[in-house]
């Protein structure tokens, strides 16, 4: 019995010896840490602060406290939630006394009511919006179509113009003078507003209408039916899915043409997020020479299969047919920044132009130049034929905006570029 009572005893104290090592380790060893701490460098004039307590080490209050000059201001005061490491809160510089300049903010973690660790960071107050001044914008565009405007800011800051749900980047070119070029997506309402949208450094956003007005376009709508086509088809249904077995000709067409077209199109995104900072190309556009015209841009093209109807698309460029594996010339100077297999696209050639324009030539037999050669206007570049999603020997020519395909037809409009396009270089 002496021996259990002993056992116990000496249980109590190994647990009581546990629990003071366990406490003295969190007050002494175990330190809280706030992470996302530099969201607070930069406070607009309004913005949410998310702020993460790692380990939570016991903290059970939070106080975040601004100071300027004598001046003491509580951004935030209250528990950490339980089970919960993250407090999140909303910071109005104008409503709680903060004026424009330099703060220093305090963040106070409370534990065992009475240690406290406190992290201290450097902020800056601006609840000042930039200033957007437009020193050119075009009167009207068109769907589909492309435009440009030139704008001076009141201080340095993010500038892109947002229309139908897209955004097209700008580029610095004087000091607070941007440029960009846009693209009108096809399906956009004329009734649709084009936003010029600047966020400077603090995160301060200014959203003004550009004024200019879009005009509707007619695209032709064509039906394709597959049936007598398979033979053709199937091979390159096969080599562009990579393993299509097990799946009907229908089936194959279908992945095909919605499931990798979608994904060649946030390939060309990604390419076109990548363009210089500087204008490459002179004039206007070249279209293949001795070409006719088989397809035009934004074509609204249901394919059918005897009769029913199975898949659709948007055909995004002009499809050039000349005689077999005609050489493709670039349509004007740049950078190759893309040669490759591309999908639907087949062997494909991206250049870029500069200032977010690209030039995309596609279904080529093979490549005349490699990435990162710069090439000349009218220099050949490859060779026509029909790979990837091609019916028959051609070039699919088109031009893109930040990775967005446009209309040709404006580009290779000498009197279109000199009175749209030039105009947002001019000083």
Known sequence: MARIRKFIRTVVFLALMGIIAFTLYNLFFLKPKVENL???????????ISLVI????????IKVVALQGSREIILFEGKLPAHINEV???V?????GLKNGNALIKVELTRFLLLKETFEISAVVDTQPPRVQLIYAPYTVLQGGSGGIRARLSEPAELYVEVGGRKFRSFKVADNVYIALFGVPVNTSPRDIIKVVAIDEAGNKT????GTGIKKNRFKTVTIDLKGKENLLKPKLHAILGN???FSFIELFKKVNEKIRKENKEKLKTIGANSAGQKYWKGRFLQMRGSKVLSKYGEKRRYTYGGKLISKSRHMGYDLASVKNAPVPAANYGVVVFTGDLGIYGNTIVIDHGYGLMSLYAHLADFRVKE??????????????????AFGDHLHFGILIDGYEVTPLEWWDKKWIRTRIEPIFSD
């Open 38 to 48: 530099r969201q607070l460098e930069k406070l607009p004039k309004k913005k949410e």
């Open 54 to 61: 790692s380990p939570r080490a016991y903290v059970e209050k």
């Open 88 to 90: 999140t809160f909303t």
């Open 92 to 96: 109005e510089p104008r409503k709680v």
């Open 207 to 210: 959203i003004i209408p550009l």
């Open 244 to 246: 299509g077995e097990g």
């Open 372 to 389: 990162g050669d710069f090439v000349k206007k009218g220099q050949i570049i490859g060779l026509t034929d029909m790979t990837g999603l």
